[in-house]
């Protein structure tokens, strides 16, 4: 199984911070790697898929790069409706993986 | 406008079994496989699978064949998944969650919260 590192687990920056968490796959993954948001107590939301499109609706604040086996989300200019916890996800080979998460919270 | 619809949190004893829907509507049910995800409380998410109700054809998670079950009725646009022989580690909320392209997860139903207690 594709193993996907994520970085940091958890993490606090202030308003109007620029944001970037990280995913590290433990094999080239060709840019299929998307990226979720999840409020407490709500479902995921998609962000970013093939690793730079952004989902319809998703504030441009957000952009994913990234290729081989290294990507990342970046959040250009934090708002507090951006506290949350958000995942990478491998979706190039089964089964598919996602990072263990990286919680946001404003300082 | 594209959503899905989850069944109602379930409560179930040890041993037993539950199968849980998600209703499709806003676009072409058979264009596109539709995944499941589990987490469990406090926890990250993990892929179950998925099924693509064009052929009903599915795909599982080694991890949880012979745990998930994953059909389909394409006349009402309902996917299912029925998880068996349930025991604490299985009390999760679980997610179907359509996909986009090539099955990254373009939209996410609401969750189902299943519950495992005597």
């Known amino acids: 199984d594709i193993k996907m590192t994520q970085s940091p687990s958890s993490m606090y920056a202030s308003l109007g911070e620029r944001v970037t968490i990280t995913c590290k796959a433990s094999q080239d993954i060709k840019s299929y790697l998307s990226w979720y948001q999840q409020k407490p107590w709500k479902s995921p939301k998609t962000l970013i898929y093939y690793a730079t499109s952004l989902a319809d609706g998703v504030p441009s604040r957000f952009s994913g790069s990234g290729s081989g086996q290294d990507y990342s989300l970046t959040i250009s200019s934090l708002e507090s409706d951006d506290t949350a916890t958000y995942y990478c996800l491998q979706h190039g080979e089964s089964p598919y993986t996602f990072g263990g998460g990286t919680k946001l919270e404003i300082k | 406008e594209v959503q899905l619809q989850q069944s109602g949190p379930e409560l179930v004893k040890p041993g037993a079994s539950v199968k849980m829907s998600c209703k499709a509507s806003?676009?072409?049910?058979?264009?596109?496989?539709m995944h499941w995800v589990k987490q469990k409380p406090g926890q990250g998410l993990e892929w179950i699978g998925y099924?693509?109700?064009?052929?009903?054809?599915?795909k599982y998670n080694e991890k949880f064949k012979g745990k998930a079950t994953l059909t389909s009725d394409k006349s009402s646009s309902t996917a299912y998944m029925e998880l068996s022989s349930l025991t604490s580690e299985d009390s999760a909320v679980y997610y179907c969650a359509r996909s986009g392209g090539y099955f990254w997860f373009a939209y996410w139903g609401q969750g189902t919260l299943v519950t495992v207690s005597a």
């Open positions: 806003g676009y072409t049910f058979t264009s596109y496989v």
């Open positions: 099924i693509n109700p064009y052929n009903d054809g599915t």
